[in-house]
Each structure stands twice: as structure tokens, then as C-alpha cells.
């Protein structure tokens, strides 16, 4: 489904020092301002085919290297979600954007949540693609793996360029060791490359993360700025049901992993855990595109189409809480939006982003 980008648009490779970090991003385009934040394990190069097909409609497109991915510096130190935010905001002081349009995915989306809840004036709209904002889903066992100290680190030093042919290159994740060693192992057979992501780009991933400061950067990123905790409720002092967070440290987060039957035999697997409870107050009127992936079943075709928002669990029921101007599509692709669909993701953020 993915296009290269359009032909003769100039895409630039840039750096600019912030306070205490030097950022790496590409830019196209003159007019509305777009920042667009990336997920893991990839950086700004995610976004080629948005840069260039939304600067030939007059938009002035930003896409930072995340801290410790890409060409952004990796100090190491240990990271949260506020320090993340801050970097984008004096990003955005650095190239002389006062607010932006944020297109975030993956990570992206959970740093641009936080920039919206610690910056709101920063931010005119925002799209979440496959994301989220504070709400942690139990089927995502990796947040639980990389809580455990040293099984990351030990995967990412020998595994780092198969993890990326299995995650991009959809090669069989039989070819990564299984739990509790690692939580990709998932086999079921050549995938064969995944839409939009071509060879050069499958290298470019390759060597990006092949650096051991990104490994410590993304174990950062999962053990520390996402702080688990299960929300409880108890009676408030006039009777009212109010939400009681608890925080769990990454030991006992750790320990759900290393259940030894398994981590879905583990009791607490269930829970819908949250790691920014000081931001579930967090309420906006920005207008917010929610893209989210629905895979086609084997055999099976499926249309990418706008659709009503899902309130069956606590996770697809974080973003009509949050956002009161929310469309939501659901995208016939894996994880991977951006590149996966891009035909239909490009077209709906065209369609979506206002311009002045």
C-alpha cells in the first residue's frame, strides 16, 4: 500500500541544539506546521512518505529523531515521559514553531499525549496512529519484559538486527528466543516484508538500532517512563467512587513476566495498568485523529474506514475519555501505520489537518 515518496520533493536531513541535547530531523515543505514524533524501534525516516506528499500541499513538515534513536543524541540517562515532552517543546523553540499540528505513532503518541498534557498550548490538533495515552493494554507482554533487568539488555546485544528483520522485515520470530528470554519469538512462518517498508528502508532500521546507545535508550524509555499502576477505586468523603492509583515497582512488574507458568497465568495480568495517573485528568477540545490497526484475518479482506469509538475495555476507552473532538479508523494493517497504509494514512491526515 505504500508509495515512494513524491517525486522532486526535497526532503533535508538536519540538526539543531536544544538545551542539553542536539536533535536530528528532516523537514519539507513551507506553510502549516506539522511536527511528526516517531515510534520504536524507528526513527523520523517512518515518515517519508507523509513529509512529502503533505509539503506538496502546503505544509511545513518537522520530524525529530526521538532522544537516543537516530541521529539525536543518547545521552544515558534515565527517562520519563515529562523529559521527553520538554524535548519536543524546546525542539519546537529551536526551529521557531510557537504550536504545531503533532502526527505522532507508536511512542510518538505517548510523548505527544504528555506534550499536550504539560504544553497544551503547543498543540493545534493531533493524530494518534495504533497509539496510546496513559492506558497500558495486558496484550502488550513487551511492556512487562522490558521491566525485568538484564533480559533486554541481553536480547538487544545479540538479537538487535534480528529483532528488526522479524518487527520490519517479516521474517519468522521463531528466529528469536522465546520467554522469558524475549516476548517477539511469535512464529507462524515468513511474513515476507511489510508493505511500505522496502530494503533501503529495512537497512536504514538496521543500523539505526544497531547502535548499543539505542538499546539502552529504548530499555530506558519502557523500564522507568512507564511507571505501572493499577487503578483502584474507593469511596470518597462525601460517598462518591473515586480512582485510587498504585504504583508497582519494575520488580513487581518484572515478577508478572517471570510467573512461572507464564505471564498470562499471572493474576494481575489482567489489569488494564496505567503508567501516567497524574495525567488521566487530562481533558482537551483539540481535534484528535485516532488511527488504530485492524490486520485483516488470514484469508479475509478488510476495509480501512472511519468508525464509531470502541468502548469495550478501559485501553480504546482512555481516547473519548480524553478527547472530546475524536474521529477514530480503523486501518486494514499491522502496527506499523505510517508505512503499511500509506496511501490511506497520508489521505485521511491531508484530509484531517486544517490549513490557515
Known sequence: MGRCPVP???ISSNHVDTPGLRIHYLQ???GEPVVF???????SHQWRHQLAALAERGYSCFAPDNRGFGGTDKPRVRISRGLLARDV???????GLESAHLVTHDWGGIIGFKV????PRRVRSMALLDTLCTVWHPRSHHGYWFKAEGLAEEFFARHHRTFIDVILGGRDGAALPGPPASPWSVGGGERGPLAGIDADALE??????ADPDSHAAAISYYRYALPFHRIDTVAGPDGSTVEAPVALSEREVAELWLHPEGLTAHPGHAHFYDFGPEDRATRSTIPVQWQYSRPPRRGHQAASERVEA???NPFVEQFPRMFSDLEVHAVAAGHFLAEEAADYVTAEL?????LR
Not at 517543546?89 to 526551529?95: L, P, Q, S
Open 204 to 209: 536504514h532500521y538496521r543500523a539505526a538500532f
Open 37 to 43: 514524533l516517531h515510534g520504536f524501534p524507528q526513527t
Open 310 to 312: 470502541p468502548r469495550s
Open 89 to 95: 517543546a524546546r525542539f519546537m523553540d529551536a526551529v
Open 350 to 354: 491531508l484530509r484531517f489537518l486544517p
Open 28 to 30: 519539507a515543505g513551507v
Open 8 to 10: 522532486g520533493t526535497r
Open 116 to 119: 499536550l498534557a504539560d504544553h
